[in-house]
């Protein structure tokens, strides 16, 4: 049972406009979100997070937004760029193992010229 | 050498095989992870070393045996693994023992089991 899911395995967007990933979660005890960017041959590279207090964090052109009673995430890229066209994914702590993350199976970007 | 380096970055054994993946992390960290990538799979946590005492095991089978001499090397000993253990390993550190921390992550290890 996947408490942490990326429905989208795959996006595909124009340099210069907004990337949007989602991630949703099913456990409530979740108490601090993460996205991890992943290019290929290469270890996942943390991105930013959120503590469940907040409703949104912004770093740069990277803003990810919680939305704690449904259960949602997203990461936003404004503007995107050819290089941020990697895999990301969302992770959350806690759950009753405030030790370990979940992760989920991540969402490919693709971002064209 | 900085960040995680990871060796070797492709291995191929066989079910009777015995092998041992190697981390070395060049960050002053004290805590290491190993991590499991299977294909279309999340990244799942294996086990986690915190000032070289393994603080979590994630019921992973017994073919799989973690070996921390350090704060800066992690071993994975694999034995008589299943093709189904074939997947990508993923080594971390972290300053603090806690996932609101930022992990640093290795290339990893492919591993193939025939």
């Known amino acids: 049972d996947q408490q942490v899911k990326q429905n989208s395995p795959s996006l595909s967007v124009q340099e210069g406009r907004i990337s949007i990933l989602n991630c949703d979660y099913t456990?409530?005890?979740?108490?601090?979100f993460l996205w991890y960017k992943k290019y290929p041959a290469e270890g996942p590279t943390f991105l930013i997070s959120?503590?469940?207090?907040?409703d949104k964090n912004e770093d740069g052109r990277f803003t990810v937004f919680l939305n704690k009673s449904a259960k949602h995430l997203s990461l936003h890229i404004v503007p995107s760029q050819p290089g941020d066209s990697a895999v990301y994914f969302c992770?959350?702590?806690?759950?009753?193992?405030?030790?370990?993350?979940?992760f989920g199976t991540g969402t490919r970007l693709q971002v064209t010229l | 050498e900085t960040g995680v380096t990871q060796t070797p970055r492709h291995l191929v054994m066989g079910m009777t095989n015995k092998k041992s993946l190697k981390c070395e992390q060049h960050?002053?960290?004290?805590?290491m992870y190993w991590y499991k990538q299977s294909a279309k799979k999340p990244l799942e946590l294996m086990f986690v070393?915190?000032?070289?005492?393994?603080?979590e095991n994630n019921s992973v089978p017994s073919r799989f045996s973690p070996e921390c001499p350090n704060s800066s090397h992690l071993f994975l000993h694999l034995h008589t693994l299943q093709p189904e253990d074939s997947a990508l390993y993923l080594c971390?550190?972290?300053?603090?023992?806690?996932?609101?921390?930022?992990?640093?992550f290795g290339p990893g290890t492919r591993l193939t089991v025939t």
């Open positions: 070393y915190n000032f070289k005492e393994q603080t």
């Open positions: 971390a550190s972290s300053q603090v023992w806690d996932p609101a921390y930022e992990q640093y």
């Open positions: 992770a959350a702590r806690g759950g009753g193992t405030a030790s370990k993350l979940t």
């Open positions: 959120i503590s469940s207090i907040k």
């Open positions: 456990n409530s005890m979740f108490d601090y």
């Open positions: 960050l002053g960290h004290n805590a």
